[in-house]
């Protein structure tokens, strides 16, 4: 893998010059799409799911999407209690083989 110079971006180009004019050209409709979201969120006329859906963007886009909440189940064994296959299986990245206790 090549290293970077000292004092030298690695992106010397930039932005690619396509991405940037999009984005500013999104960024102009910026107000008419919260007044357009806005509008659907008051109208009580329109199905709930596009209301909500409508009130879920504006907040995001106002504090940013909450947080998401990870539960992983992880069982834990000792590595004592581990068979050679299962210990060369996690040291190798691979899922252990299928185990009979």
Sequence with gaps: M???QKGL???PGGRPKI???VQDLAREHTPEAIRTLASIMR???APAAAR???SNSILD???GRPPQTVNANVAHRPVHD????ELLAIAASEPPPETQH
């Excluded at 581990?82 to 296959?85: K, Q, S």
């Design 43 to 45: 109208d009580k006329k």
């Design 52 to 54: 909500a859906m409508a």
């Design 19 to 21: 991405i940037g004019e």
């Design 2 to 4: 090549a290293k970077f």
């Design 9 to 11: 971006s690695g992106n």
């Design 82 to 85: 581990m068979t050679d296959a």
């Design 61 to 63: 886009r106002a504090f």
